[in-house]
């Protein structure tokens, strides 16, 4: 009765004129980046944080889930038309959804990936909804050690599944921890590796290094890359699946939503990997395996199912935790600590309008982005023919507009520069850049639990692994560690290469 009481107040919030404008106005963003390759969520919601400073945090919020949400949509468009995923979850949906669209059946396979995806939503916001409370009520009994140990996990994690080297993961993760103890300590008043320039004494500004990191980074990279776009110019056909083609998606969606409902609640972007770990399931469960990657609905119904379902219970880390699991996450925490609220379990307690508003708002939005996506076929088809050329300048100009507009100060803009560049050159050589947004984001708090926990412990430093007095803290750094020397271990990274691979 309590999920069915607080999903009404949840609605009574999302159904509002503006709630259900912005969040219109986020699926509608969400799909057109998810449309375009090569502008994705992190980039677009970073560039957008500094023009929800105006609005209130709920409206802010919804919208900035919608984008995310909407590119999961959008980016499925891309793969089936013009066979290039237009996010990273869309990467499997190419396999079939593109061979689909070859032999004439591209309506069906946008259909059943919107169906598909809207199923999964459905589902996910659900199980969102049963889960936040209870996870709630046992983040409650998190103390301070507890907190410390369970951010190094979701670091830990965050390393484990990032691309590439090890190693070079938690480089970008150190990296990270220590951006953010640039800036005045806030205990003693102190500088720290402020340089002497008085402009970093605030520390570096959220918004800065997500938007030069991930916004004018992508850019630059994309400018590099040469422009070929092959747009499917067979008809699209009837969206909507025939008799049998549903018959044959019923399983792979049900299945598909399951594993991304499972996948994306894992720290550390599982939200990737439940796509890929549908197709797969899919392809061993196949009576004939031979007709995957030649257009197989199934292909395509489990994987997009999954992509959508893993986006919104990736929202269960940050709502009931308030722990991050991934780089968008990362810039939701970012949003709600620009608007003054802390992200965590008290979040449910104090801002209950916001907390269950915003869960509401995931099945608003998946319905709208099924009218978005499906009637409205037409205009995003034209739309992956504008040239980039045309889009990169007007962004960068709206990004240098919108980081000057948080502070009216030049230097803002300048750091952006600094840091567009510093990615691109982490790019160039292989680092990913999420563990260093997720390290940047977790790192004050961190800090501030570490503090307290010593503090408290009377500078004990075994707090945290005090099996007797914090047996769960002792337990999450057990796992961190144990996961840390798996990655290590030769089979496991050869098979971790292998994947990231193919």
């Known amino acids: 009765m309590d999920m069915i009481s607080n999903l009404a107040l949840g609605f009574g919030v999302a ?46 919020l919804i919208m900035l889930a919608g984008i995310y949400y909407g590119a999961q949509y959008g980016g499925s468009t891309t793969a089936i038309l013009v066979n290039i995923p237009g996010e990273a979850t869309s990467v499997v949906t190419v396999l079939d959804g593109h061979q689909m669209a070859r032999n004439g059946r591209a309506g069906a396979a946008l259909g059943i990936s919107a169906i598909g995806s809207f199923f999964a939503g459905t589902v996910a916001t659900l199980v969102i909804a049963a889960l936040a409370a209870p996870l709630t009520r046992v983040a409650l009994l998190f103390g301070p050690a507890e907190y410390f140990s369970l951010m190094v996990m979701g670091l830990i994690f965050a390393v484990v599944l990032a691309r590439g080297s090890v190693v070079k993961a938690i480089a970008m993760v150190l990296c990270g921890l220590m951006l953010s103890t640039v800036g005045q300590d806030l205990e003693t008043g102190a500088d720290r590796m402020t340089f002497s320039w008085p402009e970093l004494s605030d520390g570096i500004d959220f918004a800065t290094i997500a938007m030069g990191m991930f916004g004018f980074a992508e850019i630059l990279r994309n400018l590099e890359n040469p422009e070929t776009r092959d747009v499917l110019k067979n008809r699209i056909g009837s969206l909507l699946p025939n008799w049998a083609e549903l018959k044959q998606s019923i399983a792979p969606v049900l299945r598909g939503t399951g594993i991304g409902a499972a996948l994306g609640i894992l720290p550390g972007n599982g939200a990737v990997l439940g796509p890929f770990a549908s197709y797969t399931m899919e ?21 997009e199912s999954a992509n959508n379902a893993g986006a919104q219970t990736s929202f269960i880390p940050l709502l009931t935790l308030g722990i991050p699991p991934n780089a968008v996450m990362a810039l939701m925490v970012g949003a709600m600590t620009i608007h003054g609220i802390v992200p965590g379990p008290q979040v449910m307690e104090k801002r209950p309008d916001l907390f269950w508003g915003m869960i509401a708002s995931m099945w608003i939005g998946n319905l709208m982005l099924l009218v978005i996506n499906l009637p409205m076929i037409g205009i995003w088809v034209k739309l992956l023919k504008v040239p980039y050329r045309m889009l990169f300048p007007s962004i960068l100009m709206f990004c240098c507009i919108g980081i000057y507009s948080v502070n009216n100060n030049p230097f803002d803009v300048m750091i952006t520069a600094f840091f567009g560049l510093v990615g691109y050159a982490f790019i160039k050589m292989g680092f990913e850049v999420a563990p260093l947004l997720l390290g940047f984001v977790l790192g004050k708090l961190m800090e501030e639990y570490l503090r307290r926990s010593i503090l408290m412990s009377r500078g004990d430093w075994s707090v945290f692994v005090d099996v007797v007095n914090r047996p769960i803290s002792a337990a999450l750094i057990a796992i961190a560690v144990v996961l840390i020397i798996i990655s290590f271990l030769p089979s496991i990274t050869k098979k971790r290469e292998t994947v990231f691979v193919e």
């Open 283 to 303: 392809k061993k469960l196949a009576k004939d395996p031979s007709r995957f990657g030649k257009g197989a609905i199934e292909g395509v119904a489990g994987p």
């Open 15 to 60: 159904l509002t004129i503006k709630n259900l404008g912005l969040c219109f106005l986020g699926c509608m963003i969400g799909t057109l980046i998810g449309v375009l390759p090569g502008v994705g969520p992190i980039a677009t919601i970073a560039m957008l944080l500094p023009i929800t400073f105006g609005l209130d945090p709920v409206g802010a």
